[in-house]
């Protein structure tokens, strides 16, 4: 939030420069991103004194004017219309560059000289006014600059507010508060003379139906109010932080939420049918045009304040359209209530309606400052409109009052580790505008309402901590032994799953853990049960996902625009349903190989290869690939090609690891993916149970290997992996490894062409001895697979 050093400064009576009082707020309270000077702009832009106009000899709509501006008297060309003899006026000086980047030069205009400009509030950058030239007051001294004047000449704190303390510290007050306890002074401000005057309205009425989500509301009638521009004092603090003027009555409501932290409204009393506020859920459908000039359909988890007949607002978001102030304005009914957090936070979520209201009302602020706040605006608002206050009506059941919390000093000095003298720490405390009282210690600590934060003894420590200054207590050793973490086995296994496929040329990517109702029909998941989330990011992200490869697919898509081929690969959670308040979670490895358009036909073989590559780095023996048995709620199946993917198993292990396959050419089409996909799904927890396992180490063979070839035409029923075990088991054991290096279809059988290893550990193997082996092989594929060798 922006915060105006000035105001700052008034509040809490500092005199640290802003660089100081920068670096102590961010040791002792809060953050402070950035500081900006503002004013600068209008160096140059002075006050003068308007001593003589005359009219322009040779044009109509200009005018001659004397100025004075101390130094000297100007000549300077005008066309406002709205100047008079004796104004003060500002006059930007030749060579001043004004905000809009216009420099101001000495000129002829018509045949008369010009030494300067006077200057309407937009060319000043205070306004969209361009009526005519700004006058300034009666007592605006002569030759003093513009800025300094109308205290421009500011510098603008950007402080991070944590959410812990937006309750007091999102106003003005709170963080001069902090100022003054950081600068071990008791703030001077007359809080508790804050107190509604015990005027009942006969005017207004207010009916609250649901108290749990607004536990007060405090409304007030003014009469006689006169709507118009507000105090140009009122518009340059509410444009320091952040806030555009639109009228003095709406300028005064944000003013004091600006101050106060405790955002109010204001309805036209006319508007409001039968004087009558009802603060209630929304009906079912019920429609209401807003502030912003959107129109918003409603629901029932919706609080709203209406009259007899409409909602007149969205409570604690924005107020409504039809019962906004405007200049025929009369009679007006302030707002200063306070509604439940989680409420606000989901209405605003719902509506896609962030304000400064919201902002607030969603971190649970004080109940009691709905009055402080109501009588603050009354006070503006008599001062600038003119009103006069009919009535207050104060719905406030459940009254908040301060608590007390016990304080051991010896503890705290013990939590710390500093030995803070027992005057100090209470003195930090009621600095903070807290009452003390016990002795001895043991001191007990009456917190004020507006603290909502401090619930314990801990967090009055804290207090004491931050306040004392963490910088200033002295380093000590540790005395406690030092014990290591534990390994975290399922996290190293994980960084060496991703080490490994970094190694294989895999690029990683992450999303996020939802995707939408339409991925999951288009990845032919919509049938399964997914969590839903309650208030999602966006419509698109409302469920939790069971899988990784709709998200995948949706990055192959966008990747697909600028590469032609790549691999990618990401870890994560997916989130089963299983019936319970948690669902079963679930940690991935999801690969997406993608080849160029010619290489397309050895997608599948190229994700398998790496499937292979993966488990043989992690020391996995005995992978192999299996047709799918496994329930479509299960394995996914409708994801997958049905020709061309497979489970993922290992010898010894019961079930799967995971799945590979190619996508699904209808799916890819949903997701506009014109190019074959071919993934790997694994599940890390079973793929790190068969890593984890005594890895075995063989001699190097002293005795040399040779290559045999053999093609063969088989069934298309006939699965690789079944070839390849019935050529080891064939082999009398002289097989070493067998490897596909062709395959095509042939007619209406699939021809596979292999390389067979074969060698002995003790000796070096004779043609005659390999001749034989290989007839063995043969004759396996033929009785047991009905395979046809070709040759």
């Known amino acids: 939030m922006k915060y105006s050093y000035n105001w700052l400064k008034e509040l809490s009576g500092t005199k640290l420069s802003p660089e100081k009082l920068r670096g102590l707020l961010t040791l002792r309270s809060f953050e402070v991103e950035g500081l900006e000077e503002i004013g600068q702009e209008l160096e140059g832009v002075v006050i003068g004194k308007i001593l003589e106009i005359t009219k322009h000899p040779n044009a109509d709509k200009l005018q001659l004017t004397k100025v004075d501006v101390g130094k000297t008297v100007l000549d300077i060309v005008c066309g406002a219309k709205n100047i008079a003899v004796g104004q003060k006026v500002p006059v930007a000086t030749v060579g001043t560059k004004m905000p809009s980047g216009l420099e101001i030069k000495a000129a002829e205009i018509r045949g008369e000289k010009s030494s300067g400009m006077l200057c309407a509030k937009d060319e000043l950058g205070l306004g969209e006014d361009h009526a005519g030239i700004f006058i300034l007051d009666k007592d605006a001294k002569i030759g003093m600059g513009l800025a300094k004047f109308l205290k421009l000449d500011d510098v603008i704190f950007n402080i991070d507010i944590l959410p812990n303390r937006a309750h007091d510290c999102l106003g003005y007050v709170g963080v001069a508060y902090e100022i003054t306890a950081i600068e071990n002074r008791e703030f001077d401000y007359d809080y508790s003379g804050l107190e509604l005057p015990k005027v009942k309205s006969k005017k207004l009425k207010v009916e609250v139906a649901d108290k749990e989500l607004c536990s007060r509301y405090v409304g007030a009638v003014m009469e006689n109010v006169e709507v118009k521009e507000s105090p140009f004092w009122i518009q340059s603090r509410l444009a320091a932080s952040g806030i555009r003027p639109i009228n003095n009555i709406v300028d005064a409501t944000n003013l004091v939420m600006l101050e106060l932290g405790q955002p109010l409204h204001a309805f036209d009393a006319a508007r409001v049918i039968g004087g009558r506020i009802v603060v209630r859920r929304a009906k079912k459908g019920e429609q209401i045009a807003m502030l912003d000039g959107t129109g918003k359909i409603l629901s029932q988890e919706n609080l709203v304040i209406a009259d007899t007949e409409k909602p007149l607002a969205v409570a604690g978001v924005m107020g409504g359209l039809d019962s906004g102030i405007d200049p025929r304005t009369k009679t007006i009914i302030l707002e200063s209530a306070n509604f439940n957090a989680v409420s606000v936070r989901k209405t605003r979520v719902g509506l896609g309606l962030k304000t400064d209201a919201s902002d607030r009302f969603e971190k649970d602020i004080d109940p009691n400052l709905a009055e402080k ?419």
């Open 373 to 791: 706040a109501m009588v603050r605006v009354i006070e503006i608002i008599e001062h600038i409109a003119g009103g006069k206050l009919e009535g207050i009506v104060d719905i406030y059941p459940k009254k908040v009052k301060p608590w007390k919390i016990k304080l051991d000093l010896e503890y705290a000095n013990k939590l710390l580790g500093e030995n803070i003298p027992f005057k100090k720490s209470v003195l930090i405390l009621k600095s903070l505008g807290m009452d003390i009282s016990g002795k001895d210690g043991e001191l007990v600590v009456e917190v004020p309402t507006f603290r909502v934060d401090i619930k314990t003894q801990e967090d009055l420590i804290e207090e004491i901590g931050r306040i004392f200054g963490y910088e200033n207590i002295k380093s000590q050793p540790m005395v406690t032994p030092l014990v290591s973490a534990k390994v975290n086995k399922e996290r190293f296994f994980e960084r060496n799953v991703k080490n490994i496929l970094a190694g294989l040329r895999f690029d990683e990517v992450y999303n996020y853990s939802f995707y939408g109702q339409k991925d999951a029909n288009d990845c032919a998941l919509g049938e399964i049960k997914h969590l839903e989330l309650a208030n999602p990011m966006n419509p698109g992200q409302q469920l939790m996902r069971v899988s990784l490869i709709p998200n995948i697919l949706k990055n192959v898509r966008d990747n697909l625009r600028n590469f032609k081929s790549f691999n990618i690969f990401e870890s994560g959670r997916v989130y089963w349903p299983n019936g319970g308040i948690l669902p079963e979670e679930r940690k991935i490895i999801a690969m997406a190989v993608i080849l160029e358009q010619d290489k397309s036909a050895e997608t599948f073989f190229a994700a398998k290869s790496a499937a292979s590559d993966l488990s043989g780095k992690l020391g996995i023996k005995d992978v192999y690939f299996d047709n799918f048995d496994a329930a479509p709620s299960d394995s996914l199946l409708g994801l997958w090609h049905p020709g061309r993917s497979a489970e993922i198993k290992v010898e010894g292990m019961d079930g799967k690891i995971g799945y590979i396959g190619e996508i699904n050419p209808l799916i890819l089409t949903l997701f506009k993916i014109n190019r074959r996909v071919a993934m790997v799904e694994l599940d890390l927890e079973k793929l790190m149970e068969a890593a984890d396992v005594e890895v075995e180490f063989e001699a190097i063979r002293k005795y040399p290997t040779v290559l045999r070839d053999i093609s063969i035409l088989a069934g298309r029923e006939i699965m690789v992996d079944g070839i390849m075990k019935n050529i080891k088991k064939s082999g009398a054991g002289l097989v070493v490894d067998v490897s596909l290096f062709d395959i095509f279809r042939k007619e209406e059988k699939n021809s596979f062409a292999f390389h067979i290893e074969l060698g002995a550990v003790d000796r070096t193997l004779e043609s005659a001895e390999i001749d034989a082996v290989m007839a063995e092989i043969i004759t396996g594929l033929e009785k047991e697979l009905g395979a046809e060798i070709r040759k």
